[in-house]
């Protein structure tokens, strides 16, 4: 009798039969996709509904289109990186006696669609982020401005000429004053 109970228990336990069957036929999915589907369905791990969620989010991803990433080469890239820190110039020029010419600075990007891009997906796409240096160089300009902000002038100006901002600066106030102010 014992063993008749065993042999029982080992046939119900490995014979499990599901209530709903997922039809997977609509969806554009991987064998190892469709194979995961379908050994969480034997499991009655998750719901038909669920199941189904799993599927279309598969399939979406499947089949999404090719993201456009604007045509560039490392080189290309580290221009962009550079240029890009200028931004961290133009943010501080408001604290210093200098008016930085945004419009310039903008229309000498060396890729505009590549910096857009890079905005927008930093790392996602590209090996580098566009503002790698930008964000080192906001510090450093934040940390130098709360140092001596009497002197903070002088010292966003040679550190401008230092990455090859200067050019886009130009002075709001007297000669005398910018002659006058002490070096950092």
């Known amino acids: 009798m014992r063993l008749l109970h ?4 080992v046939v119900i336990g490995f014979s ?6 997922v039809d997977l036929s609509v969806f554009q ?3 190892l996709q469709k194979k995961l589907i379908l050994s969480w369905e034997e499991e009655d791990r998750f719901d038909e509904p669920t199941l189904l969620k799993f599927a279309k989010n598969f399939h979406d991803y499947n089949t999404r289109p090719p993201v ?3 045509p560039h080469n490392p080189e290309e890239l580290q221009q962009v990186i550079e ?3 200028g931004r961290a110039f133009a943010f501080f020029a408001k604290f210093t006696i200098y008016k930085f010419d945004s419009e310039r600075y903008e229309n000498d990007c060396p890729n505009l669609a590549l910096f857009n891009f890079g905005l927008a997906t930093a790392t996602t796409y590209l090996k580098r982020d566009v503002f ?3 964000f080192h160089t906001l510090n450093l300009l934040a940390y130098l401005r709360n140092q001596s902000p009497e002197k ?3 010292v966003y ?3 401008a000429k230092q990455k090859g901002f200067d050019s886009y600066l130009s002075t709001t106030a007297p000669v005398a004053s910018i002659a006058s102010s002490d070096a950092y």
């Open 152 to 154: 903070f002038s002088q």
């Open 132 to 134: 790698e240096t930008s």
């Open 83 to 85: 240029w890009a820190d």
């Open 29 to 31: 999915l991987t064998e």
């Open 157 to 159: 100006f040679e550190l």
């Open 68 to 70: 456009y990433i604007p």
């Open 6 to 9: 065993f042999y029982l228990v």
């Open 16 to 21: 499990s039969i599901s209530v709903f069957a």
